[in-house]
């Protein structure tokens, strides 16, 4: 038990496990008395729920801004588990549905659960005003809002059940997969095992450099989009046919080079694609965000295949223009420099040759892509990196590059430690259904539950996509990079047994 504690477990009355036995209301309620260091508690209160069972939830804040939850479940496995946040978070979203930086997924396995709102309210996850020359809460989103709830997670588990939590684990995605990373780099006793889903580890590179091209390259003279929501049956089409297999999917869009010459405007018809929307594509596809002079800002593009989910994420659905405008331009005015340029500042006013270098003071605390997880590794962590080889929003290629950067640092020894899966056909975290598996086609905590506990590396998680009805269509194996799930050419595509990892 830490000294952070002002007042000690046995003047509350608490200490003892439930051990399957109801507890009363009171020794619930008797959390909310206690007294941390830098933190207010606000109530604790017993919960009653069919899928979820009975638990304690206890509400507080560490100071100055840092919003929690913590959940205690009556049947305690032992473990203690926290949820990330996506975007830029700013909500205290701990009943958001199904795995995704929600903490329910862990507390329906037993875990005491936790999550945090980023240390700031906002109006969406693409609201960045509550950063307005506001160093503390951009510290707060960075880093310290995740670690300080882990911590005091921690204590609180361990005096309401008089037992330090074990194992400790991590769950993020996108941001939250910033959030794990960063956790392992500054933080690498905290967990025992992270899961880092789609993780945006440059944040300045992704969100600035590279929201911004993909922005400015849909963007005509007159400000209308050029690629909108109706024009993107034809990519998909298109893109699909020329590199999706038989089960729809692009396993290696890294490969797939699509011409839409065969789809280009000639005057006759209007299915088609004029020839400002070939050259957006181009700049979407392959070229990414570059300085004048062709230097690439960032290693990744959008990728073929994702197409089914650019409505949410670029084009926009009527009227609306999709979540990268509006995260991209807010980060701009509010997130990516040292001083902010405010509100009259927009994605369009970005200065691909200046405006980079101009963000490296806050990339210094955002970012997470430093290629050495020696401390995590010799604190004995465990790490599952996961990413949808389908996400337009997160694009893979700088997951991949900086895993390439951790091999060059760890030689094989990165596979003790961390492993990437690569899952074609995915959405952003899973976000969103569609020719492959959404996040609830694959359970990478029982995969890191076993590796904590017989210290052997995954070498394949199983997926499946399910129906409308939640019946399962098929299921196949997904290998650990640098290896792929290769069909044998002779059995049932939908049947995991046709395939087998193999090194490209």
Same mark, same amino acid.
């Given at each position: 038990?830490?000294?952070?504690?002002?007042?000690?477990?046995?003047?509350?009355?608490?200490?003892?496990?439930?051990?399957?036995?109801?507890?009363?209301?009171?020794?619930?309620?008797?959390?909310?008395?206690?007294?941390?260091?830098?933190?207010?508690?606000?109530?604790?209160?017993?919960?009653?729920?069919?899928?979820?069972?009975?638990?304690?939830?206890?509400?507080?804040?560490?100071?100055?801004?840092?919003?929690?939850?913590?959940?205690?479940?009556?049947?305690?496995?032992?473990?203690?588990?926290?949820?990330?946040?996506?975007?830029?978070?700013?909500? @205290?979203?701990?009943?958001?549905?199904?795995?995704?930086?929600?903490?329910?997924?862990?507390?329906?396995?037993?875990?005491?659960?936790?999550?945090?709102?980023?240390?700031?309210?906002?109006?969406?996850?693409?609201?960045?005003?509550?950063?307005?020359?506001?160093?503390?809460?951009?510290?707060?989103?960075?880093?310290?809002?995740?670690?300080?709830?882990?911590?005091?997670?921690?204590?609180?588990?361990?005096?309401?059940?008089?037992?330090?939590?074990?194992?400790?684990?991590?769950?993020?995605?996108?941001?939250?997969?910033?959030?794990?990373?960063?956790?392992?780099?500054?933080?690498?006793?905290?967990?025992?095992?992270?899961?880092?889903?789609?993780?945006?580890?440059?944040?300045?590179?992704?969100?600035?450099?590279?929201?911004?091209?993909?922005?400015?390259?849909?963007?005509?003279?007159?400000?209308?989009?050029?690629?909108?929501?109706?024009?993107?049956?034809?990519?998909?089409?298109?893109?699909?046919?020329?590199?999706?297999?038989?089960?729809?999917?692009?396993?290696?869009?890294?490969?797939?080079?699509?011409?839409?010459?065969?789809?280009?405007?000639?005057?006759?018809?209007?299915?088609? @694609?004029?020839?400002?929307?070939?050259?957006?594509?181009?700049?979407?596809?392959?070229?990414?965000?570059?300085?004048?002079?062709?230097?690439?800002?960032?290693?990744?593009?959008?990728?073929?295949?994702?197409?089914?989910?650019?409505?949410?994420?670029?084009?926009?659905?009527?009227?609306?223009?999709?979540?990268?405008?509006?995260?991209?331009?807010?980060?701009?005015?509010?997130?990516?420099?040292?001083?902010?340029?405010?509100?009259?500042?927009?994605?369009?006013?970005?200065?691909?040759?200046?405006?980079?270098?101009?963000?490296?003071?806050?990339?210094?605390?955002?970012?997470?892509?430093?290629?050495?997880?020696?401390?995590?590794?010799?604190?004995?962590?465990?790490?599952?990196?996961?990413?949808?080889?389908?996400?337009?929003?997160?694009?893979?290629?700088?997951?991949?590059?900086?895993?390439?950067? @951790?091999?060059?640092?760890?030689?094989?020894?990165?596979?003790?430690?961390?492993?990437?899966?690569?899952?074609?056909?995915?959405?952003?975290?899973?976000?969103?259904?569609?020719?492959?598996?959404?996040?609830?086609?694959?359970?990478? @905590?029982?995969?890191?539950?076993?590796?904590?506990?017989?210290?052997?590396?995954?070498?394949?998680?199983?997926?499946?996509?399910?129906?409308?009805?939640?019946?399962?269509?098929?299921?196949?194996?997904?290998?650990?990079?640098?290896?792929?799930?290769?069909?044998?050419?002779?059995?049932?595509?939908?049947?995991?047994?046709?395939?087998?990892?193999?090194?490209?």
């Amino acid at each position: 038990m830490t000294g952070r504690f002002l007042a000690s477990a046995a003047a509350l009355g608490l200490g003892a496990s439930w051990g399957g036995a109801a507890m009363a209301a009171e020794d619930c309620a008797a959390l909310a008395d206690l007294r941390l260091d830098n933190v207010n508690m606000l109530s604790a209160t017993m919960v009653e729920d069919d899928e979820l069972g009975a638990y304690c939830s206890v509400r507080g804040y560490v100071r100055p801004a840092v919003n929690f939850e913590i959940r205690l479940p009556e049947e305690w496995n032992g473990g203690f588990y926290v949820a990330g946040c996506g975007g830029l978070c700013g909500e @205290l979203a701990a009943d958001a549905p199904g795995f995704v930086n929600a903490m329910n997924h862990g507390l329906a396995r037993g875990y005491a659960a936790a999550t945090m709102d980023g240390g700031h309210w906002g109006a969406s996850t693409a609201d960045a005003r509550w950063a307005h020359h506001d160093r503390k809460a951009e510290v707060d989103w960075a880093e310290r809002a995740v670690r300080e709830t882990a911590i005091v997670g921690q204590e609180v588990t361990d005096i309401f059940y008089g037992a330090d939590p074990e194992p400790n684990i991590f769950a993020g995605c996108s941001t939250g997969g910033r959030q794990a990373n960063m956790l392992a780099l500054n933080d690498p006793e905290l967990f025992d095992g992270i899961l880092n889903g789609a993780p945006a580890l440059d944040y300045t590179g992704l969100v600035g450099s590279f929201m911004a091209a993909i922005v400015q390259a849909n963007t005509d003279d007159d400000g209308n989009r050029i690629i909108g929501p109706d024009d993107v049956a034809l990519i998909e089409e298109t893109v699909a046919g020329q590199c999706a297999g038989e089960d729809g999917l692009i396993d290696d869009p890294d490969g797939c080079e699509v011409d839409f010459s065969e789809v280009a405007c000639d005057g006759n018809g209007e299915d088609c @694609l004029t020839e400002e929307q070939i050259a957006t594509l181009e700049v979407w596809y392959e070229t990414g965000a570059v300085t004048s002079d062709g230097e690439s800002l960032y290693p990744a593009t959008i990728p073929p295949g994702s197409e089914p989910f650019w409505p949410l994420w670029l084009t926009g659905f009527e009227p609306g223009g999709g979540f990268v405008p509006a995260i991209s331009e807010g980060f701009l005015q509010f997130m990516a420099f040292r001083e902010d340029r405010g509100e009259g500042f927009t994605i369009h006013d970005f200065d691909f040759d200046a405006d980079p270098e101009a963000m490296e003071f806050m990339a210094a605390i955002y970012n997470a892509d430093t290629p050495d997880l020696s401390e995590f590794a010799e604190a004995g962590g465990r790490m599952i990196t996961w990413h949808g080889l389908a996400d337009a929003i997160v694009p893979h290629g700088k997951t991949v590059d900086y895993f390439e950067a @951790l091999r060059d640092t760890h030689g094989d020894d990165l596979d003790a430690v961390n492993r990437l899966f690569l899952i074609p056909g995915m959405d952003h975290c899973g976000i969103q259904p569609g020719p492959g598996i959404a996040s609830d086609g694959f359970d990478p @905590l029982s995969a890191l539950e076993d590796w904590l506990a017989e210290d052997e590396a995954p070498a394949q998680l199983m997926t499946t996509r399910y129906d409308e009805d939640g019946e399962a269509d098929w299921s196949r194996p997904v290998c650990a990079w640098p290896e792929r799930a290769v069909h044998d050419g002779e059995g049932d595509w939908r049947d995991p047994e046709a395939y087998a990892c193999e090194a490209p």
